[in-house]
């Protein structure tokens, strides 16, 4: 592995060739990989943190609500400090207050401590989008698809990773390890960060606030952005739909699996991350809208494999069809993870090649629009299973992907061959 070519980008923001070797996108996919880990992997952990913190029922999902609102910030206040303040730094200081955070959620003695360390734990988890626009910065407009996929795949795996991964090392060793060894993988991960991170200082001269301001008018002037941000957004939609309720139904008869085997299922479904680089692939030469449709395609047909083996198949009681029902809906978790990171990552590639000088804004409003559908996705997937089940769980999901099908399939075809 070479880490070499780490050139200091000039001041007047003139990009250089291309310094994003094998070696360095390698880095920055594991780096992305293992700081998201701690955004979505209080979920599985809820039952287990709350007792011995003294949180009911009630109050234990604010962990993770904390976390992801956390995150949101740093996506709207932090990430576009890349705009203004020289890169490398900005990534540091920010994973070096994480690795602290982390620590504190590992070593939290109340409640309060807990989820103050969690809400910071998620806005300095904002750094992992601070790497996405350097990594396109450092890439060739030819090659910035393959580069961008490749840094998605490791993105993309950490947060399907980061529920097994949680739920395994609590059964093993607790709650409070997982956190703690996080943090010293962070705390590695950020002192090879330190020294192998090109230097890019941007082109941005005017105040912080008037930065902020400036993110507005970003988003009214560039139709991509709001294109590929709403196509996202749906697709997230549908994501957190399945992912919030799928441990449910697999906790359920016929399927009745315990933790480790939930864990399992999220493993299997990890594999749609192989798609983020042919994705990227297929931006690169021009293949954006037909790659974008099939992906929209593919969440639609994920959801409705999803009904087929979660309420189809099960009505029948043998273990036979359990195990066929349980397969399908492996099936479906790959096929739902192939659309959205291949959405995303068609998304991503889009819209850093928008304005060189913006990139941390841009790609902080990219990131932060379609949180929120991924927020709205997770907060309709509870409401339907409690009243319609299973079954009302796949519906919504679909309703997502045929939203973002329709209004995908509508857009004129030159807009979307970015």
Same mark, same amino acid.
């Given at each position: ?16 060739s291309s310094t994003m070797s094998r070696g360095l996108t390698l880095l920055f996919a594991t780096a992305v990989g293992v ?9 599985? &952990? =809820? %039952? ?11 109050? !234990?999902? *604010?962990?993770? @609500? +904390? #976390? $992801? ?42 409640a309060s401590l807990f989820l103050v360390a969690c809400f910071l734990t998620g806005v300095t988890t904002s750094a992992i ?38 739920? &395994? =090392? %609590? ?11 996080? !943090?010293? *993988?962070?705390? @590695? +991960? #950020? $002192? ?113 494999? !999803? ?19 349980l397969a399908i809906l492996v099936a479906a978790a790959v096929i739902l993870d192939l659309g959205v990171i291949g959405d ?75």
């Amino acid at each position: 592995m070479s880490f070499a070519s780490t050139p200091k980008l000039q001041q007047s923001g003139v990009e250089e060739s291309s310094t994003m070797s094998r070696g360095l996108t390698l880095l920055f996919a594991t780096a992305v990989g293992v700081v998201v880990l701690s955004l979505y992997s209080s979920q599985p &952990l =809820v %039952a287990l943190i709350g007792p011995s913190l003294g949180l009911n029922m009630s109050e !234990a999902p *604010l962990m993770t @609500t +904390l #976390t $992801l609102l956390g995150y949101a910030s740093g996506l709207f206040l932090l990430v576009p400090l890349t705009d203004l303040v020289e890169n490398r730094t900005v990534i540091v200081t920010t994973l070096a207050i994480d690795v602290l955070s982390l620590a504190a959620v590992a070593c939290a003695p109340t409640a309060s401590l807990f989820l103050v360390a969690c809400f910071l734990t998620g806005v300095t988890t904002s750094a992992i989008q601070m790497l996405v626009p350097v990594a396109a910065q450092l890439s060739p407009e030819a090659q910035r698809g393959r580069t961008i996929g490749n840094v998605m795949s490791g993105l993309m795996l950490g947060i399907l990773l980061s529920r097994p991964a949680a739920s &395994l =090392v %609590a059964e093993f060793a607790g709650w409070r390890w997982f956190y703690g060894v996080l !943090a010293a *993988l962070v705390a @590695t +991960l #950020t $002192l090879v960060l330190m020294f192998v991170v090109p230097r890019r200082y941007p082109q941005a001269s005017s105040s912080y606030p008037r930065l902020l301001g400036s993110m507005w008018t970003i988003l009214s002037e560039e139709r991509l952005l709001q294109r590929r941000a709403l196509y996202q957004a749906l697709c997230m939609g549908a994501f957190g739909v399945f992912w919030t309720s799928v441990a449910l139904r697999l906790a359920a008869p016929p399927f009745s699996l315990d933790q480790a085997g939930i864990a399992f299922f999220a493993l299997a479904g990890a594999a749609g991350a192989v798609v983020a680089p042919i994705a990227g692939r297929a931006g690169d030469r021009g293949l954006t809208r037909g790659a974008t449709l099939l992906a929209h395609l593919a969440v639609i047909g994920a959801m409705a494999l !999803a009904l087929a083996g979660g309420s189809v198949l099960v009505r029948a009681t043998s273990f036979a069809s359990s195990n066929a029902a349980l397969a399908i809906l492996v099936a479906a978790a790959v096929i739902l993870d192939l659309g959205v990171i291949g959405d995303q990552t068609l998304g991503r590639r889009a819209i850093n090649l928008l304005r060189p000088e913006a990139r941390g804004r841009v790609n902080g409003l990219f990131t932060g629009l379609f949180f929120l559908g991924a927020a709205a996705g997770s907060g309709a997937s509870g409401v339907a299973w409690v009243y319609l089940g299973w079954s009302g769980v796949c519906a919504v999901g679909a309703a997502f992907g045929c939203l973002a099908l329709i209004v995908s399939a509508t857009e004129r075809p030159k807009a979307m061959d970015v």
